[in-house]
Nanobody, 128 residues
Framework: QVQLVESGGGLVQAGGSLRVSCAAS????????MGWFRQAPGKEREFVAA???????????DYTDSVKGRFTISRDNAKNTVYLQMNSLKPEDTAVYYC??????????????????WGQGTQVSVSS
């Protein structure tokens, strides 16, 4: 079993930055596919970013188009933690952000049902 705990959400003005973290426990997730999804009120959960192990120290990353160039997913395997650095935030980025972990390495990571474990979410609110 893997437990995931997100943190780092909050309220920020448009154009600002936040970094949300996802701390994993129970198992080492260095070879897991790790992803960030978000869900705004009244909307379905949507893919934001994913990091997939490609072997050795190589990780493939993928982003939804609306965050490319603004968000960066990264890992600190020593801390068993995944991060999502969010820059140039927009009001439309407001949502609860969820971290997911999939046991299968090398996934593209865009499909929520491929993930085996989820955190409880952290609220990110961007004011205009």
């Amino acid at each position: 079993q893997v437990q995931l705990v997100e943190s780092g959400g909050g309220l920020v003005q448009a154009g600002g930055s936040l970094r949300v973290s996802c701390a994993a426990s129970g198992r080492t997730v260095s070879t897991y596919t790790m992803g960030w999804f978000r869900q705004a009120p009244g909307k379905e959960r949507e893919f934001v970013a994913a990091s997939s192990w490609s072997g050795g120290n190589i990780y493939y990353t993928d982003y939804t188009d609306s965050v490319k160039g603004r968000f960066t997913i990264s890992r600190d395997n020593a801390k068993n933690t995944v991060y999502l650095q969010m820059n140039s935030l927009k009001p439309e980025d407001t949502a609860v952000y969820y971290c997911g972990a999939a046991r299968v390495p090398g996934l593209l990571g865009r499909i929520a049902r491929e993930y085996d474990y989820w955190g409880q979410g952290t609220q990110v609110s961007v004011s205009s």
